[in-house]
């Protein structure tokens, strides 16, 4: 058993830590579950907290540019009350809900661009020491795999996705960011559109599906954003003709120059937790509603498949790149978890 982070700020011979989550990717709003796992120093010690941090690396768009940073969007208690022997190893097993609105990090098992993970904190004696992060997969719910292959059956490609920190104005949003996915507009909407920006945030009844359209201007007018919304039920993945359903939302985009809001900016709220009730109820007559999001997001460029989204790779280069910004991302957070224990 090779344990990833000793935990230094306890002191030296204290506990040392590691997570392991179960195989396969979570289903937001589904339960994450592994074990916590934990071995004994050179003396005994009093295990007071064992805590589980979400964390996602989010952009934000500030007037000076562009930044990233990571995000924690939900803090678990996992365990806590006990004596920890010299060198005892305890596995701890745990079972937590993940936040409806938990971003999707890959697509038929390839990956998005999203980076997301799972940071373990222990508590001894009013110390408090976190382990390394482990990286969180996560897959599509049913309805949301639904509308992204009907979006790749009618011809759209996948082009990048990422997070962005802020509010989706007219929406039901609970987390402090929201995930992009760009798609390259199908070959019948190309004259209408340069690109297509979605967005699914999730409840226990439904999905509102949020679509952007970066429109092209004509020979007398000037190009713009038009935004709407469309809310459909977890239960209708299985029953919905999905492609005419898709199909009618973009023509509705495409087709109402002048119906829906243009592009604005959106207010930034502090992060902290938050919970999973209940949003709103959802209907999926594809009502368009108000609302504003940001301008498009950066992210691991990735060629859609001919299968619907499923999503492919050019020349192997896309995967590796999305590998890189992972460890990336991972390997910084443990530097400047070094310099603020130095």
Known sequence: MVFKRLLGAIGVGGPSVDTVLDGGAALPGGALTGRVLLRGGGSAVDIEHIGLELIARVEAEHAEGESEGSVVFEHFTVGGGFRLGEEEERALPFSVPLPWETPVTELHGQPL??????????????ARDKGDLDPLAVRPLPVQEAVLEAFGGLGFGFRSADLEYGHIGGTGQRLPFYQEIELTPAPQYAHAMNELELTFL???????????????????????DALTRFTVRHEDAPALDWRAEVDGWIRRMTEHHDAYGSHAAYGHDSHGMYGHDSHTAYGHDGAPGAGHRSGPGLGTAVAAGAAGLAVGVVGGMVAAEAVDEIGDFFEGEEEDEGEDEA
Do not use: Q
């Open 113 to 126: 661009g999203i980076v997301l993970g799972v940071r373990t904190e222990v508590a001894v004696a009013g």
């Open 202 to 224: 999730a409840s226990p009844a439904g999905v509102e599906v949020v679509l952007e359209a970066d429109k092209r201007g004509g020979p007398f007018s000037a190009g713009h």
